[in-house]
């Protein structure tokens, strides 16, 4: 126990003192030749003590694998595939349900090549990920380039080589300056119009004048005023909304009254149960808060803000909801194994004072896992995305807050116990309905995975016909016109399911216009946006000039007007909001489409460059830009100092910020100050 309470108390002095990130492997790369037309890549890492490296090939349901990714092989054929080298450990890892192998102290990963050019050029890193027994890393990268000549040529692999150099001759008549950030003509590919005009200008324009494009404004932003982001205090209301809907399961709800009869007949002093109580509430506070801190600690935002884009993972959220909403349904039960929770009551049972009150709520944890496991993990997929590094602690605070409080209440007040509702039917009629939300909400995941992807196969009326479908069985079900297997026979509709099943009906009915183009500001956060639409009658929506800043930038110069670039993203739910809310207000969207050149950026968009680009980010380290997304989320950092969306930044033609940025906020009227501000300071330039 004291353990556990040290590890505690530990997560909670690193998130305090905002803790740098650990970094316990460090990776040499070095070309070795033997004079002949074969060599060796070779990894070569150093490992602190406690902590491991994962080997190459173990399968896509495990840790993450050593694995070699190449930017650019010119010169070169791959012989084999990445091989490690060393005492390689090999363990049955329980967590995972197989067996790993891993390196510890140091670690060895080769890849052979040959050589097919007198001549090569060569860019790739090694993908790794790390742990040791407590926490992981985010996957780590090793990165290594060497160009020169080569020591002797293979001359099968040369013909081999030919022939793929003559398919992709035209491919690389294009290559862009890998060094520079800047876009080229031939790469302007972004426009959401075809600007014919705007791409020759910025093949006029020199490199200079490209370079001064992204000259940073940080400073020049730092004296306007800045928004205040409110983000942490609507994460910690999810959670209390989480932990309220909890609170009412059948896994939780029935222990509430037997937890405080206890604490009150174990002690004569009523003052003492109330105590007891409390600590008993403060206990649950303490396990879940941990659990987020623990989630907030394995990942590091930065790594946060990758799952939230990545298409594997919001797939793996997408079935773990449909999972969460089946159990809800009846199919199964979601529990932890009976032995955990039967050995933390024995020790409850057998210790006294404060431990023994803790371990009480350790178990209640255990025993309500298959009410709150769905619940909780539906919260940190969901609170994890923002990309915020203490969102899934925030989101737990809240959700305990809710969870714990009423135990207290009730010791404080036992006669309200007995106009508490009492356990009935009702709780499982709560559980459904929760199961139908949380299907509701895995479709967003898997269209964020769409978006960043562009598969298509969610556009935006695909996603509303589906969510009409979900919340109008909702409905039928709260009327009672079908059961599922867990409720009570003979199940009547109340007057509340009454009154929800007509809430859930309407809803339903609202979004049918949106199929046909209607905007639905109500769901707007969750919906794909308009632009996927394929069948759209309504005309008032406000779509951006350009996705591309050099070409949007070449426009307002031509066209002798101020910019707007607007820092969004497919999965980010604040950008479709102020789309709807506040883009589609007839007075925003003049401004925006006669007054303004807008520009927008998504700072997700998986689609990959011409060419990899290696850039020094904000702290000093080299960075390698593989995607359109890589590309714009650096701008953000580099030349305006944020890495939040959605982001609006009004600037000149120079690239110069004619007014402070804004973020997520709905105040149409602001909004409007906020263009109008920067249109006369625009005009006054002049």
Known sequence: MKKLMSVVMLLFVAILCNAQMANPVKFTVQLKTNGTAEAEIVFSGKIE??????????????????????????????????????????????????????????????QKIKFTKPEHDIKCYLEYGACNDESCMPPS???????????????????????????????????????????????????????????????????????????????????????????????????????????????????????????????????KAIREAITYGVSIVVIYVALGLIVSLLFGASALNALSTNAIFNILFCLLLVVFAASFFGAFEITLPSSWSNKIDQKSDETSGFISIFLMAFTLSLVSFSCTGPIIGFLLVAVSSSGDIVAPTIGMLGFAVALAVPFALFAMFPTLLKSAPKSGGWMNVLKVVLGFIELAFALKFLSVADLAYGWHILDREAFLALWIIIFGLLGLYLLGMFNFPHDDEGRRTNVPQFFLALLSLSFAMYMVPGLWGAPLKAVSAFAPPMNTQDFNLYKNEVHPRFKDFEAGMAAARLEGKPVMVDFTGFGCVNCRKMEAAVWTDSKVADMLNQKYVLISLYVDDKTPLPEPM???????????????????????????????????????????????????????NEYMKFLQTGLDNYNNKK
């Open 141 to 271: 990268t090793a990165e290594f380039a060497h160009k020169g000549k080569s020591p002797a040529v293979d001359a099968a692999a040369t013909k081999d080589a030919a022939k793929a150099d003559a398919k992709t001759e035209a491919k690389d008549a294009n290559v862009a300056d890998v060094a520079d950030p800047t876009t080229t003509a031939e790469a302007v590919t972004d426009t959401v119009a075809t600007d014919t005009a705007a791409v020759a200008a910025v093949a006029n324009m020199d490199k200079s004048e490209l370079q001064k494009l992204w000259t940073p404004v940080v400073k020049q932003l730092e004296k306007f005023d800045k928004p205040i982001n409110n983000s942490l205090l609507y994460i910690f209301f999810a959670g209390l909304l989480g932990g309220l809907l909890a609170l009412f399961t059948p896994c939780v709800w029935p222990i509430i009254p037997m937890t405080v009869s206890f604490f009150l007949k174990r002690n004569k002093e009523r003052r």
């Open 614 to 668: 290696t850039v020094t980010d904000t702290d000093g380290t080299q960075r390698t830009l593989r995607t359109i997304g890589d590309k714009w989320s650096y701008l953000q950092r580099y030349k305006f100092g944020s890495n939040t969306q959605p982001m609006y930044v009004l600037i000149d033609n120079e690239g110069m910020p004619l007014t402070g940025s804004r973020s997520y906020d709905e105040d149409i």
């Open 49 to 110: 003590s406690g902590w491991h490296v994962y080997s190459t090939n173990l399968g896509g349901d495990g840790p993450t694998e050593a694995a070699v990714h190449f930017d650019k092989k010119d010169g070169i054929e791959l012989v084999g595939k990445l091989t490690p080298r060393g005492h390689e450990i090999s363990k049955m890892d329980d967590m995972f349900g197989m067996v790993l192998r891993y390196f510890e102290n140091s670690a060895q990963f080769v």
